[in-house]
């Protein structure tokens, strides 16, 4: 019989790659050995050890002789993976206890298994002292690094805590409807047929929750393209836009092509829908995308900061989903929490700037253009609106107005400048920030 150290120790190789080596966690994920029975466990403790792993890491902290920085990436890992099945897991103790020293000998870190085992150890012994320690700070409380902490302290004041705490709350698998092939009530009860229990999003009329996630491979309706895997908050894009028939629309940074998609569901004879994006590999993901839900657009591989990457022409309506922190989107990704560096703010911003820059003189007169990012950043979002807006006389900040046509939308948090926030634990969404703006003319 099996004694748990494989799928321990599958899961100490992904939280060492990604804390270690700097990998994404999917990756990390498809290249740390684990068993295909053991896909999902293994999925699971290596999430739930990056998303607590900032409070678990304070109190190896406290627990280790050695210095954190002075451990292998493996020895952090073990440390990490441990104590987050005995702090938040359902396994036994001693189960939890002696898969993960075990772990330790098939990830070559032999010397390390007493260590181990005697800071697992104390850790039950001491668990409420320890944490009350740690939990002193809001970073050990919220399990954040301490410069978004500072960040997001920064930007939303008595409002962070909540906003670092829903970060570590499991996310909802919500789907977004394809309107051009089924509607929310016939996939409810397609998806209720067999067996999953789904729930309306009130401000999103495409989307549905379901109340126990599963792998939508597994759903008939995904694979006949009845329906896709997308946030609520990200399903505003397109009533925010308001692209109506025959309007040529440029979605600037497009792939895998979430919102191209729902852009396509959504609103029957626009003229064209050029989708472009810089990644010839993630352009393919949109093209996968729209061939299964049966949808055609103009794909372009291309640099939007060039400006004959879009082909040419004016367009109505321009999206730029820009690249950003994904500070907004923690708790789908909890590895970003180690793999973002408060240095990468001033590049992203930088190119931020230049997109809309570039971008803007390819927007027909009374054209829309929307800029989104799944930041909670005030440097990404209203800082770069607010710069932009000075500098551009003919851009005019709609999205008031935008957004009043949203039917649902929760009161949302002021974002203290233009454009729409939604934070994380406010409507059970990702956070994303919309700004609207308009040329005049
Ligand atoms: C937030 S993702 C877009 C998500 C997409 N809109 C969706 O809903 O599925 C940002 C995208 O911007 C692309 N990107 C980054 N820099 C770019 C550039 N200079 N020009 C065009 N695309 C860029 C990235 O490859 C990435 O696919």
Redesign the pocket.
Known sequence: MSDGSGSRAAAVRAVAAVIGRGQLLDVALADSGAEPADRAFVQALAFGSLRFGHRLKEVAALLATRKWDALSPEVQALLLVGLYQLEYADTAAHAAVSATVAAARRVGEVPAAGFINACLRRFQREREALLAMVDQSVGGRTSHPAWMVDAIERDWHDQAERILQANNIHPPLTLRVNARRTTPEALAEELALAGHVTHTVPFAPSALDLEKPTDVRALVAFTEGRCSV?DAA?QL?VPLLAARAGMRVL????????????LLEAVPDLAEVVA????AG?VDR?RDNLDRLGLAATLRV?????PA?TGGGLFDRI?I????S?TGVIRRHPDIKWLRRPRDLTALVE?QQR?LQALWPQLAPGGRLVY???SVLRAENVTVIRKFLAATPEAVDVTESASLAVAGLPPLPAPRGPGLALVPGVAGTDGFYYACLERAG
């Open positions: 997308q990200a894009a979605d600037a940074c497009a792939a895998p092509g979430g919102k191209t998609c729902h472009l994006d810089i990644d993630r949109i291309g640099d939007a900061l060039d990457a999206l989903d820009a690249p950003c994904g190119r997109m989104a990012t799944c």
